[in-house]
Nanobody
């Protein structure tokens, strides 16, 4: 099993920044490679992939966040980060961390952290 805890959400003014953290634990992480992803969800919309980073550091971003968000990871700590800059009201969402263990073909999810961008 893999457990995930997200932190760093909150209320920020437009143009501000936040840094989300995703700390993952569990035996599979010590044995298998895994990708780490940040999804976001707003009421009435499907959960969308905001940013992803593979086990070997390849990153990918949704067009809506490219140039503003940066995803990174510390493999020794099984932790991923999402640095969010130039935040806009449309970035308001619950942000979920996802860990995908490749050889197992399994997804694990955190509980989510609320990000609200408002003046």
């Amino acid at each position: 099993q893999v457990q995930i805890v997200e932190s760093g959400g909150g209320l920020v003014q437009p143009g501000g920044s936040l840094r989300l953290s995703c700390a993952a634990t569990g035996n599979p992480l010590r044995t298998y490679v895994y990708n780490m992803n940040w999804y976001r969800e707003t009421p009435g919309k499907q959960r969308e992939l905001a940013a992803s980073i593979t086990y070997d550091g390849v990153t990918n971003y949704a067009s809506s966040v490219k140039g503003r968000f940066v995803i990174s990871r510390e493999n020794a700590k099984h932790t991923a980060y999402l640095q969010m800059n130039s935040l806009q009201p449309e970035d308001t969402a619950v942000y979920y961390c996802n860990v995908y263990v490749l050889v197992m073909g399994r997804n694990y999810w955190g509980q989510g952290t609320q990000v609200t961008v408002s003046s």
